[in-house]
């Protein structure tokens, strides 16, 4: 008999961030978004951080697209650098310039594509024209590790040279160190051996956070420069796309202050996880422990879409709620929608990140708790208790608070800070400004709607327009607002003008009169 404390140390939900989670290949659930990227109906993928872009693009990469002539291109190490790891040239003029950066981008995209379709067809006739090319600037597709292919086109595009004299295949010539290869040219023979061989190649890009997070204004430049350089290439040959991977609010951020020209005519996908399938993700992780499958008699290490719905809801509700919540004509699903928003930002939307360190750090505060007084399985209560729970949302979101509110938007921590202990709801945009110290002009609205953006506040109720988002009011320790009825103030003939009661006060005055009588 399987023991609460055996299936709780078997879990294993894998680490939050995607590059280096173990279990992703084999726990991934092909969601909506994910078909439509194989579709290649999208090109540029949005979504805050932790929202799964990462995770797409590996699993892009390891199924590929529905049609199996595409070659998926990453254009970095997955693991290793950004794409632009390398030293910037100095000019400081030319390195704000979104022209600059455009061209920049389009030439990486032309070389990494071109060494992609080099490594998988290395013996292909029709390709000798773009081997020669690729070689004249010190790339070698059939040799070159990965990262030394990635590392050496960075430096060729930023510079404009070759990185290391290299043997012409013909001749045996060698093409001299610095020996220039324009854009243009490159292009117009990737493009034409594209053509011959009927292939087609997607240039994936990811990690675009950590471009040039140390010079805010470079990285805007750099970050327009690939947006413009997608809408160029977005109609320059049906067999050659741009595929990138960017949070939103850097979207945001790079677009809004300046508009990129014909940006929204790129196909823009917003990852989004709805409830069943934040319910698939975490069922399909805990089915990779035996022990697990066991206790709630279900198939171990089962592929995720084959997973039944019942067998899901089955997992969740051996997992956090008692079976007698329930009544005979109610959906699990109503349940839980309450219970994951208590994880939510801003925007209302789950987030895959948040969701996996908060289950592992569930399951390791209840295994602790259980070696003391292990329970047989199947068991009356929940496997996870809400002690355990309430502890871990705790850790989880001043996690989160430090590790992406803090970290990505320092010029906000300030009055992040400020709102510690503060009301968690606020009836309008003046009470938010009180408590953010800040006064009505035009950059406390900035900083509201940077404050929006990030996901740390809501907005839309009616009552309260502006409200902590409840990701992270256990780290806020925020306070429920006071009532607005809570004390009032009335006129009075004594010499303080007023004085303060309570409701009650005022409800006795009313039916007793000042004196009682």
């Not at 409830?275 to 069922?283: D, E, N």
Request: with cysteine.
């Amino acid at each position: 008999m399987t023991t609460t404390s055996e299936v709780l140390h078997s879990l294993r939900f894998g680490h939050s961030v995607a590059e280096r989670d173990s279990v992703l290949k084999s726990a991934f659930v092909q969601t909506a978004d994910f078909k439509a990227l194989q579709s290649g109906q999208y090109d540029l993928i949005t979504g805050v951080k932790g929202s799964g872009k990462s995770a797409l693009m590996i699993m892009l990469i390891e199924e590929g697209a529905f049609d199996t002539e595409i070659i998926i291109a990453p254009a970095q190490n997955v693991n290793g650098e950004s794409v632009y790891g390398g030293d910037l040239p100095e000019d400081r003029q030319l390195l704000t310039s979104d022209e600059y950066f455009r061209e920049r981008w389009m030439i990486h995209a032309y070389s990494v594509a071109a060494a992609h379709l080099l490594r998988v067809m290395p013996d292909d006739l029709r390709l000798n024209d773009l081997r020669i090319a690729v070689m004249g600037i010190g790339l070698d597709p059939e040799k070159d590790k990965p990262k030394d292919l990635w590392r050496k086109v960075s430096q060729w595009n930023l510079t404009g040279t070759a990185f290391t004299p290299s043997p012409k295949p013909e001749t045996g010539a060698t093409f001299s160190k610095g020996a220039p290869l324009d854009g243009d040219s490159l292009r117009d023979l990737l493009f034409d051996a594209l053509e011959q061989t009927e292939r087609e190649v997607w240039v994936a890009y990811d990690r675009l956070d950590d471009v040039l997070a140390f010079d805010p204004e470079r990285e805007r430049a750099m970050l327009r420069g690939l947006l413009a350089a997608m809408v160029s290439l977005a109609s320059s040959s049906p067999r050659f796309h741009v595929k990138a991977f960017m949070r939103h609010d850097l979207f945001d951020r790079v677009t809004e202050e300046r508009p990129v020209r014909n940006v929204d005519q790129l196909a823009r996908l917003r990852l989004r996880w709805n409830t069943p399938a934040v319910m698939r993700l975490i069922a399909a992780r805990v089915v990779r422990s035996p022990h697990a499958a066991e206790a709630f008699d279900v198939e171990a290490d089962q592929d995720p879409s084959l997973l039944s719905k019942e067998d899901v809801d089955k997992i969740w509700l051996a997992l956090l709620w008692k079976r007698t919540h329930l009544g005979s004509d109610e959906h699990p699903d109503r349940h839980f929608v309450g219970f994951l928003q208590g994880l939510a930002d801003g925007s209302g939307q789950f987030n895959p990140r948040v969701l996996l360190a908060f289950f592992s750090l569930m399951a390791r505060l209840q295994a602790a708790s259980d070696e003391e007084s292990d329970r047989q399985l199947p068991a009356s209560r929940p496997l996870i208790q809400d002690s355990a729970a309430q502890k871990a949302l705790v850790d989880v979101s001043d996690a989160r608070l430090n590790q992406y509110i803090y970290a990505e938007f320092q010029h906000l921590k300030p009055y992040v800070r400020s709102l510690v202990e503060k009301p968690n709801a606020f009836r309008s945009k003046g009470e938010l400004l009180q408590a953010l110290g800040l006064r009505d002009e035009p950059r406390s609205t900035e900083i509201i709607r940077e404050l929006v953006g990030c996901g740390l506040l809501a907005t839309g109720e009616k009552s309260f327009p502006y409200s902590i988002a409840k990701l992270y009011k256990p780290a806020l320790r925020s306070q429920k607002p006071r009532s607005s009825s809570a004390v009032v103030t009335v006129d009075s003939p004594r010499p303080s003008g007023a004085v303060r009661i309570t409701p009650r006060d005022l409800r006795n005055l009313m039916r007793h009169g000042r004196d009682g009588n």
